[in-house]
């Protein structure tokens, strides 16, 4: 089906004229089709099938062709959704368990973290809401975080992702400046961080985090969340979190 406001994602597409206004016709990258609904304020949703992703552009939109240190996700006032197969007529139909759509920093030697990215996803000053449903993000390395969202009163919505395997500096995950945010049905798995190794909600941050597992995540102060913010948890589970300063291995709050 054709829509308008909708781009379609597929690394593995054969044929197609890569227009993105269908499966048939779907882009292959993932970083093309954000720098065209960015463009182009029409375009609200991008729906990917299963592959793996890299960023390619810096955050003023310019390519970078070798993929390096400062590429970028822009995801601002978009709704992403993974974990289709690629011929799916609507989101009730993809299956994210089955369909694994990877965000992924890994863009030198596969066996090692010393030259990854050292952040995948942003969004600063969205007026929109802004959803990134049914993703893996993974093997981020560096002194920020790994997904920053920022400054914006418009709901930010994390459901059905896996964050794992990163290391960051303020957390897998950062809220700052949000004052809508909620993380659903998701996993912060094995995220390694200087501040916390999950979730930073940081301050002016108000976010809920519901039905979501933090299990194996590092960091000096909360191994799974830090908190600075307004944070409502609820239903979730936390499992061997480490903190290496607190005896607050799971959430740090102040």
Known sequence: ATNSSLLYVNENIQGGNASGDSWTNAI???????????????ITEIWVAAGTYFPRYLG???????????????????????????????????????????????IGAPETNHDNLPELIISNGATKETILDGFIVEEANGLKSTIQFSNSTARHIINHCIIRNNRAMFGALRFTGITNSIIANSLFLRNNGYQVGGLMNDAGASSQVLNTNFIGNSGQNGGAIENYGQLSIANNIFWSNRSNLSTTHDIYTE
């Open 60 to 106: 003023d939109g310019q390519f970078e062709s070798n993929n390096i240190y400062g590429t970028i996700f822009n995801i601002a006032n978009l709704k992403l959704y993974g974990g289709f197969s690629g011929n799916e007529a609507s989101r009730e139909e993809r299956n994210w368990k089955d369909n694994p759509t990877i965000i992924s920093a890994n």
């Open 28 to 42: 292959p990258e993932l970083a093309d089709a954000i720098e065209i609904a960015i463009n182009n304020p029409s």
